[in-house]
């Protein structure tokens, strides 16, 4: 009788897991449908609100892969207010170094500024030079208000790579802008993330 009971016990123990199992699958898929959902219902909304004149996107991208392998700087300002930072370099075995900060609207308009004065939207990436594997690329996108541009090229060497360019005036243009939010870019990193704030006496 004790034997049996054991087995009995077993069997209700298996089916127990094997319920725990089931429910747990369920649970799960019912999670990723609703993972699914909200990013349609996020997609959605982002469609319906790039028809408003308050809309702000920007991110830069540049890499090559050389010595130290494949190394890159990204940025990306939303929004909402988020800002986020990576930079690559495998030189001396450096990690990858990620940041994320969120910033108020008088940072964005700031940003944004700098963008309306280097009259980017005006220009176009059609004779810019074409990423490579030597030079590397680079990629920015800003999408403001209604407008919405996406240029890609190769990195920028030196200042008369620029001036031999088919469009010296564009990739001038494109060269002082990435200089100009890189600046901002890590001055405010450097200025979130200080450990020891410094205080005037």
């Not at 349609?40 to 809309?55: A, G, L, R």
């Not at 031999?164 to 901002?184: A, M, R, T, W």
Request: net charge neutral.
């Amino acid at each position: 009788m004790e034997k049996k009971s054991e087995k009995s016990n077993k069997k209700e123990n298996n089916n127990k897991e094997d319920n725990n199992k089931e429910n747990n699958y369920k649970e799960n898929n019912n999670k990723e449908n609703i993972i699914i959902n909200e990013n349609i219902i996020e997609k959605n909304n982002y469609t319906k609100h790039n028809e408003s004149n308050d809309n702000f996107y920007l991110r830069y991208n540049a890499g090559h892969k050389g010595e130290y392998g494949y190394e890159f700087i990204e940025f990306e300002f939303t929004e909402d207010g988020r800002v986020r930072y990576a930079n690559n370099s495998n030189y001396k075995s450096e990690n990858l170094i990620r940041k994320e900060v969120y910033v108020n609207d008088i940072i964005l308009d700031e940003v944004k500024k700098i963008i309306v004065n280097s009259k980017i939207f005006e220009q176009e990436d059609k004779k810019w030079p074409r990423p490579n594997n030597i030079l590397g690329s680079q990629e920015l996108e800003i999408i403001y208000k209604k407008q919405h541009i996406f240029f890609s090229t190769c990195k920028i060497g030196t200042f008369a790579d620029i001036k031999n360019s088919k469009d010296p005036v564009g990739l001038e243009i494109l060269y002082y802008l990435v200089s100009d939010l890189k600046c901002f870019l890590l001055t405010l990193m450097n200025m979130h993330f200080k450990i020891k704030p410094v205080f005037k006496n």
